[in-house]
């Protein structure tokens, strides 16, 4: 069994809307965290990892429109001057995000841990599942960090554009009109991952790579998938969002994709999208 379905079944056990954050109240509360054996990069620093874990929880509030106001972080390390410079960086982001950084706990373990817990003000109630006749719209960067992944050590502009994104990541991508917001995921573990997600009940149909010419001219250069790249991916932490058809899309947002009636599908090309984005005990 894979993390998602266990995931889904603990919710269904729990009675749990699946969502990117819980909701309470007027309340979004989001708890993300990784270990360093599976998820710091050989190019990240200790800070950099402190970071990248606020900015993975900043960017699931974020794309429920929900503002981050607090934040609290457990950090499990071996060393004590590891946990400083991950502290460190959580500081940094914290005041990168605008969010108060509040406390939380310390352990001693074999490697980093690092989990984070934020809460934030809930406009809106934001859930996964689109509905037919929807758009799907997104700021069309993705392919940037599977060739980071990949070809990390090469100095080429669109692998330092990857590493960039990867290193400390910066959600701070403009929101579109809630009023025409049905649906919305993030994507940190692939574009693949976000889309089969949302297709509950629905079919989506992808019309174009949300990507730019200088990815696809590099998988071309380099011998790569410019589809795998695009949609087996992660860590981007680039929005999708669910709009209504009537809806005015304006820029860095394009629309990629559409939604239809159907069985919880993805299509590209006539075809059942073979990718499934990133998980953990696959």
Same mark, same amino acid.
């Given at each position: 069994?894979?993390?998602?379905?266990?995931?889904?079944?603990?919710?269904?056990?729990?009675?749990?809307?699946?969502?990117?954050?819980?909701?309470?109240?007027?309340?979004?509360?989001?708890?993300?965290?990784?270990?360093? $054996?599976?998820?710091?990069?050989?190019?990240?620093?200790?800070?950099?990892?402190?970071?990248?874990?606020?900015?993975?929880?900043?960017?699931?509030?974020?794309?429920?429109?929900?503002?981050?106001?607090?934040? +609290?972080?457990?950090?499990?390390?071996?060393?004590?001057?590891?946990?400083?410079?991950?502290?460190?960086?959580?500081?940094?982001?914290?005041?990168?995000?605008?969010?108060?950084?509040?406390?939380?706990?310390?352990?001693?373990?074999?490697?980093?841990?690092?989990?984070?817990?934020? +809460?934030?003000?809930?406009?809106?109630?934001?859930?996964?599942?689109?509905?037919?006749?929807?758009?799907?719209?997104?700021?069309?960067?993705?392919?940037?960090? $599977?060739?980071?992944?990949?070809?990390?050590?090469?100095?080429?502009?669109?692998?330092?554009?990857?590493?960039?994104?990867?290193?400390?990541?910066?959600?701070?991508?403009?929101?579109?009109?809630?009023?025409?917001?049905?649906?919305?995921?993030?994507? $940190?573990?692939?574009?693949?991952?976000?889309?089969?997600?949302?297709?509950?009940?629905?079919?989506?149909?992808?019309?174009?790579?949300?990507?730019?010419?200088?990815?696809?001219?590099?998988?071309?250069?380099?011998?790569?998938?410019?589809?795998?790249?695009?949609?087996?991916?992660?860590?981007?932490?680039?929005?999708?969002?669910?709009?209504?058809?009537?809806?005015?899309?304006?820029?860095?947002?394009?629309?990629?994709?559409?939604?239809?009636?159907?069985?919880?599908?993805?299509?590209?090309?006539?075809?059942?999208?073979?990718?499934?984005?990133?998980?953990?005990?696959?």
């Amino acid at each position: 069994m894979g993390e998602k379905a266990f995931l889904k079944g603990l919710l269904n056990i729990l009675g749990v809307e699946d969502n990117d954050v819980v909701y309470i109240d007027d309340l979004a509360i989001k708890l993300d965290g990784s270990a360093a $054996s599976t998820s710091k990069l050989p190019f990240q620093t200790w800070r950099d990892f402190g970071w990248r874990n606020v900015a993975a929880a900043v960017s699931d509030l974020r794309v429920k429109f929900a503002a981050p106001q607090f934040l +609290l972080a457990s950090v499990t390390v071996p060393s004590l001057e590891v946990a400083r410079e991950i502290i460190e960086g959580i500081k940094e982001a914290s005041e990168a995000f605008s969010v108060k950084y509040v406390g939380g706990d310390l352990n001693q373990g074999v490697e980093a841990v690092v989990d984070v817990a934020l +809460l934030g003000k809930a406009q809106y109630r934001i859930g996964r599942v689109p509905r037919p006749g929807d758009l799907l719209i997104t700021v069309p960067y993705f392919g940037y960090t $599977s060739i980071a992944y990949r070809l990390w050590q090469i100095d080429h502009p669109a692998v330092l554009r990857g590493v960039e994104m990867l290193k400390r990541p910066v959600p701070n991508w403009p929101l579109p009109s809630p009023e025409c917001v049905t649906a919305s995921m993030d994507s $940190s573990d692939g574009l693949a991952d976000v889309l089969w997600t949302m297709a509950q009940g629905v079919d989506i149909i992808v019309r174009e790579l949300p990507t730019t010419e200088e990815v696809i001219r590099f998988a071309s250069a380099h011998g790569l998938s410019v589809e795998e790249l695009v949609f087996n991916g992660g860590e981007e932490y680039l929005p999708v969002f669910a709009v209504r058809p009537h809806c005015t899309v304006n820029p860095p947002y394009v629309v990629f994709a559409e939604v239809s009636q159907g069985e919880g599908k993805v299509w590209w090309r006539g075809e059942v999208l073979k990718w499934k984005g990133w998980s953990y005990f696959a």
